[in-house]
């Protein structure tokens, strides 16, 4: 299991856990991790395993599991409070990670996180051969597509994060990696949290890029079916009513990934939020 563990100049004593989404890797958080060492917090970044630097075992993932994996690497740091950040898919290993070791974890913060919506009740099942055979025909320019969905413009500075989507295409074990990643759209497909959210008790932010119309397994609804869901707007709403006591934050014109396309908002919130 890779991971970055940046440590500040002048620490404050805290530290911050990063979970990504299903996407990406700890690479996307280098803005993130930056203004947070220096602000004083030690900043854990794990690519989860399957994902990134770490390894791809053909195994039955869950978030129960990338939850345990990830409270053993903090043991092993010796770090026995932090704040997390969880974005996209990250959403649900940080509510995952939440409920299972809710006395780790001090603040939560969603950023656009998925799984607001159990997917399984409306996209279609299919198994995780189908999958496979998708992931398996993946290439740059489908990835590009894809992350270019992200964001309600494209920006020349986003392409490096689709080059880092893409790094794996050229392994020459790129099988093995695209049948991690139809394993883990499994897991997100057949794991929902949902249902959970309500206990949550730690203090939570939710920021929310008010453009996103993110959903897992789009591709297989129609048109019109898809329109009804990835509402955005509506469901950072659910998920604060979901969790008593949390702070909802609505960015207006923003995507799926407000710590890129708007990192000094971002950052001003996130700080103040965790100083509070």
């Known amino acids: 299991m890779a991971y970055m563990d940046a440590k500040p100049t002048q620490p404050n004593g805290k530290s911050v856990l990063l979970f990504h989404g299903k996407n990406f890797n700890g690479y996307y958080w280098k803005d993130v991790i930056f203004f947070l060492k220096n602000s004083g917090y030690r900043v854990i970044v794990p690519d989860q395993l399957g994902w990134g630097r770490s390894e791809k075992p053909n195994i039955h993932y869950s978030f129960h599991l ?32 939440a409920l299972m070791f809710p006395d780790v974890v001090n603040k939560l913060i969603y950023e656009n996180p998925i799984g607001i919506e ?10 995780v051969e ?26 020349p500075e986003y392409e490096q994060y689709v080059k880092a989507q893409a790094a794996s295409l050229n392994d020459s074990d790129f099988a093995k990696t695209a ?18 959210f309500r206990h949550i008790k730690q203090p939570t932010l939710i920021i929310i890029g ?20 990835g509402q955005y ?13 949390s702070t909802l934050i609505e960015l207006k014109d923003v995507g799926h990934i407000p710590h890129i396309q708007v990192q000094e908002v971002y950052r001003q919130h996130v700080l103040k939020f965790l100083k509070d």
Do not use: C
């Open 66 to 97: 990338l939850a345990a994996n990830t409270m053993q690497l903090l043991d092993s740091l010796a770090i026995n409070k932090v704040h997390v950040i969880g974005h996209s898919m990250g959403g649900m290993l940080a509510t995952r990670f």
């Open 118 to 127: 159990d997917y399984k009740t409306f996209i279609p099942y299919q198994k």
């Open 130 to 155: 189908e999958q496979y055979e998708k992931e398996l025909k993946a290439n740059y320019d489908s990835y590009k597509k894809y992350q270019q969905g992200y964001y309600p413009k494209w920006k």
């Open 179 to 196: 049948w991690v990643n139809a394993l883990t759209y499994q897991m997100i497909y057949e794991q929902p949290v949902v249902y959970e």
């Open 210 to 229: 008010l453009e996103d119309r993110t959903v897992v397994g789009k591709n297989l609804l129609s048109k019109e079916e898809a329109a009804k869901h």
């Open 233 to 245: 707007p509506l469901l950072g709403k659910k998920l604060k009513a979901e969790i008593n006591g």
